[in-house]
């Protein structure tokens, strides 16, 4: 019975993961603009891939996607700080647009023949809009979400539409090569994006609190999101094996057109289906990865996905067969599932919200140039070394970080298990319950415990207000003027009135029992709740609430149950 019921709550959660996203209509939106605009993204890279390949074969595809990713890994850390200063949906909107024009442009090059060069130069451009898509969006979706479950559903469901993504564009652009050419491909790649331009125009929601930049400087706000990843050795192992991910990625890229045209002999059609394989298996691990909405295993299944981007390429060097090829790259397609839900959730849990999107924006460099570096070793090792000898090779980088970084993975799972229970404890407080999932996180990282005896006082009566307090454990009398006015349980939080009226402490609060407290500097407390609408007017309502219940017979009189 209880294997059972574990299932069928697995279930439940994979299922409220697609319900919670299609009822939430910024959700929803946001999630098919990714669709649209990742959709783009691999349809164009297999039309590009063409292209360079009929300009000068395997060294050219490697090339072009180095030249396409360098100017990309440099813009992105520079540039992502502006989705940290305004309004992240903003961003999306003007990369997209930027991206759908110029790849319009490469379709209208292509159709009259133009020098690839041009196309070239268009590609480096849509690339760098690309770039900054997904750190935008990446940390746009904490901010429309609640909880940690919220915030893993919404990775969940991005992930199977990243993954539909890595289905539809190439099989698009197979189908479109068999019938049409890479015109065509540019054309449906420039309407993709700004489809999800569109979407993005509607998004209506409360922006979490963030500190204003008095002065905008790109390339000092970089630095402290470089500044934060370092601070932050688990971000780092993240960035680190996403990095290696990358490579392969960009191995992939040189080597599925190889392989396709010259080793499985499929000719040029067949590079589309590969990557096809690759998106059958990232919508199948995506509908597996759904289960994993609540696990505390994250880091687990982030090192899983890791080693399922590079194992099966190593093997197709060993089975290099056409069936064997498609099957294998299912696997990869896998990989890839595991790694959106786990890993972008992952880094949305650890990062501080006022420089999440550097965070997500110093990804992308990553990825960035190791895609590029992939590519070019891919196009070298397949020139000196052969074909089988370079997927063999390249395939074996990530299974072999994985192993060596599973201890640290694992402990990430721990801490952020204490962590949902912080969160936890801070949402039962209602005025705390507003905020969103960012916000209650950085109240999270400032908590600071207390333990106070039976019969001892936490704070008396006219003292200066310095703290927030929530209990965790025990009860509290709140005694004004002598009197016992009000009792505190688990999940109930006092110190407020001081804080927000800028005045002393208006009762005094006393442990009834040995009691377990979470306290938080008023410097940490303020910014958060009177920065977010919904909470400052709930914590407004909540103290006239209390100081007109507690009628106040001197400046310092029970004026609340929440002192």
Not at 19 to 24: F, G, L
Not at 259 to 278: H, Y
């Amino acid at each position: 019975m209880g294997v059972g019921t574990g299932a069928r709550g697995r279930l439940g959660d994979a299922a409220a993961a697609f319900t919670s996203n299609a009822r939430n209509p910024n959700l929803r939106r946001a999630q098919l603009a990714f669709l649209g605009a990742w959709t783009a993204e691999w349809a164009f890279t297999v039309a590009l891939g063409i292209v360079a390949y009929r300009d000068g074969g395997a060294t050219a595809v490697g090339l072009v996607g180095l030249l396409r990713m360098v100017p990309s890994a440099i813009c992105a850390p520079l540039l992502s700080p502006i989705a940290d200063r305004g309004r992240r949906e903003r961003v999306l909107v003007l990369v997209s647009t930027l991206r759908g024009v110029a790849t319009a442009a490469a379709a209208v090059v292509a159709a009259v023949a133009g020098p690839a060069a041009i196309v070239y130069a268009l590609a480096v451009l849509s690339t760098i809009a690309a770039t900054l898509f997904r750190p935008a969006h990446s940390a746009l979706l904490p901010s429309l979400c609640r909880t940690g479950h919220e915030l893993a559903s919404a990775n969940v469901v991005r992930g199977l539409l990243d993954s539909a993504a890595t289905l539809v564009g190439p099989l698009l652009a197979a189908v479109l090569l068999r019938f049409t050419n890479v015109a065509v491909v540019f054309a449906v790649a420039a309407a993709a994006s700004l489809w999800a331009a569109a979407l993005l125009l509607r998004l209506r929601y409360d922006a979490p609190p963030r500190p204003a930049a008095p002065k905008p400087h790109l390339g000092r706000e970089a630095v402290e999101g470089l500044r934060a990843v370092a601070r932050h050795r688990g971000v780092a192992l993240i960035l680190g094996l996403a990095a290696a991910q990358s490579l392969t990625r960009g191995a992939l890229t040189v080597l599925s057109v190889v392989v396709a045209i010259e080793l499985l002999g499929t000719g040029e059609s067949g590079v589309g289906t590969l990557m096809t394989a690759v998106g059958v298996g990232a919508v199948l691990g995506s509908l597996g990865a759904s289960l994993l909405v609540g696990t505390r295993r994250l880091g687990a299944w982030f090192a899983a996905g890791v080693a399922l981007w590079g194992l099966p390429v190593a093997m197709i060097g060993v089975f290099p067969y056409p069936a064997a090829a498609l099957a294998l790259l299912a696997f990869v397609g896998v990989g890839n599932a595991l790694i959106d839900v786990s890993g972008f959730t992952l880094l949305g849990r650890m990062a501080p919200d006022e420089v999440l999107a550097r965070v997500f924006g110093l990804l992308e460099s990553l990825v960035a140039v190791f895609i590029g570096l992939g590519a070019v070793a891919a196009s070298l090792l397949v020139e000196l070394y052969g074909t089988r000898t370079a997927l063999v090779a390249l395939g074996l980088v990530c299974p072999v970080l994985a192993v060596a970084s599973w201890g640290r993975l694992r402990q990430l799972d721990r801490s952020l298990g204490v962590q949902d229970l912080e969160v936890g404890l801070l949402q039962r407080v209602p005025m705390l319950r507003t905020l969103p999932l960012p916000a209650v996180e950085q109240l999270a990282r400032g908590l600071e415990p207390l333990a106070v005896p039976a019969g001892e006082l936490v704070f008396s009566q006219g003292d200066v207000g310095d703290r927030y307090y929530v209990v965790e454990a025990g009860g509290a009398d709140v005694v004004g003027d002598g009197v016992v006015v009000a009792t505190l349980g688990p999940g109930e939080g006092f110190g407020e009135i001081a804080l927000l009226r800028r005045t002393r402490r208006t009762a005094s609060v006393r442990a009834r029992t040995d009691l377990r407290l979470q306290s938080l500097r008023s410097e940490r407390f303020l910014p958060v709740v009177t920065g977010y609408t919904p909470s400052a007017r709930e914590a407004g309502v909540v103290v006239d609430m209390m100081l007109d219940r507690y009628s106040p017979r001197d400046p310092y009189g029970p004026a609340s149950d929440a002192p």
